[in-house]
Nanobody, 120 residues
């Protein structure tokens, strides 16, 4: 059974940095797309950024130039480096992988979410 475990969230002052990680475990054949989403109180979930198996990355306009996505394929792990954080970045962040497991065809899996709070 595939599971995604997130870590790295916390409280940080404006202008600070955090690095989130998301590690997948279980009966994994391969991983295609790897994405980060976030959801702030009272708002809908939005796509923060994504990376493909080919290495291409895309980011929301609101985080462009501040957030950077990378992946460690050997460890089935996705990272989100968050720099120059702003109060409006406060949200629960979720990782989302498209995975082909040994028991299921390609499908989405989600991390449990990690809280990021940017406040002075």
């Amino acid at each position: 059974q595939v599971q995604l475990v997130e870590s790295g969230g916390g409280l940080v002052q404006p202008g600070g940095s955090l690095r989130l990680s998301c590690a997948a475990s279980g009966s994994i054949r391969s991983i295609n797309a790897m994405n980060w989403y976030r959801q702030a109180p009272g708002k809908q979930r939005e796509l923060v950024g994504s990376t493909t198996s080919a290495g291409a990355t895309n980011y929301a306009d609101s985080v462009q130039g501040r957030f950077f996505i990378s992946r460690d394929n050997a460890k089935n792990t996705l990272f989100l480096q968050m720099n120059s954080l702003k109060p409006e970045d406060t949200a629960v962040y979720y990782c989302n992988f498209v995975i082909w497991s040994f028991t299921s065809p390609w499908r989405d899996y989600w991390g449990q979410g990690t809280q990021v709070t940017v406040s002075s």
